[in-house]
């Protein structure tokens, strides 16, 4: 199966075209996923044909299981189709079916070549049963409390059509312990199918950093999703603006939500190498 390696900001999957459906794409997932015996990556995403949109995604997170969306992986899926001859080469913005809805890309080229996207990744969703979340009510979630091994969080929830649960804090994310607390909330059985889980720091009303722990794959460098959730909360709470930059281990993404309709992301997205996979 011929593959390719692409990463936004340092968020890295496997990307294929396949030309025909199979049963194991949860296990082909978890082998290529692997940094020791596979390629390395966050996860596998397939392009595939679509009745409703120009192309449709599937996106496998590193454990096999199958995600609604990925910010970083769909704009690499784009510039990896419109390379491929998938999509038309001239192609200035394209819709992609995945389990989170349609998205539509715009493409900035340079020197002819797509180096970024902008993605509408849809609108924002404050209510606890969109993640899910077992939480009474309906309105917006903050400052949940939540304890988990000694720490106590403080928890804002938002779904970006798939879940996230953000906490606050007032220093570099860098020196949270995210790799012991990130599993503990992901699985928490407060979040019935699991939850991704950020640490933000607000550095200014235009500039956030932030480290992601990823529901199904663990610490990753970055993430669309989890950067669009991070934007809708801190415009909702009056933390930022209607535009930020976000500064992630792998790099920065630009985000903007004017507090109604769809959050926009825009990042880079890089192809790394080709090669063939035997699994």
């Not at 933390?239 to 281990?249: A, K, S």
Request: include cysteine; proline fraction near 6%.
């Amino acid at each position: 199966m011929r593959v390719t390696k692409m990463h936004g900001a340092g968020n890295d999957y496997v990307y294929t075209l396949p030309t025909e459906e199979r049963d194991d794409w949860e296990d082909v997932a978890r082998a290529v996923s692997d940094r020791h015996f596979g390629i390395g990556s966050d996860g596998l995403i397939l392009g595939l044909k679509s009745d409703t949109a120009d192309m449709r995604m599937r996106m496998f997170n590193a454990d096999g299981s199958e995600a609604e969306m990925c910010g970083n992986g769909i704009r690499c899926l784009v510039k990896f189709a419109v390379e491929e001859g998938f999509l038309a080469k001239d192609a200035e913005t394209v819709s992609v079916e995945t389990l989170g809805g349609i998205k539509v890309l715009q493409l900035f080229r340079e020197n002819g070549v797509i180096t970024s996207a902008r993605v509408d990744m849809g609108p924002p969703n404050f209510a606890p049963a969109s993640l899910p979340a077992n939480v009474e009510g309906l309105g917006p979630v903050v400052d949940l409390p939540l304890v988990v091994d000694g720490m106590e969080l403080k928890l804002t929830l938002a779904s970006m059509g798939n879940p996230h649960a953000i906490h606050y804090i007032d220093h570099d994310p860098a020196t949270f312990p995210l790799e012991r607390i990130g599993p503990l909330v992901e699985n928490h059985p407060l979040f019935p199918r699991r939850t991704n889980f950020q640490v933000v720091q607000v550095v200014s009303p235009g500039e956030v950093r932030h480290r992601v722990w990823e529901r199904g794959t663990g610490i990753t460098l970055a993430s669309g999703t989890s950067a669009s959730a991070v934007c809708a909360a801190s415009r909702m709470r009056g933390l930022t603006g209607d535009r930020i930059v976000d500064h992630m281990p792998g790099g920065d993404l630009v985000l903007e939500w004017d507090g109604q309709g769809s959050v926009f992301m825009t990042g880079p997205a890089v192809r790394v190498f080709d090669t063939e996979w035997n699994g």
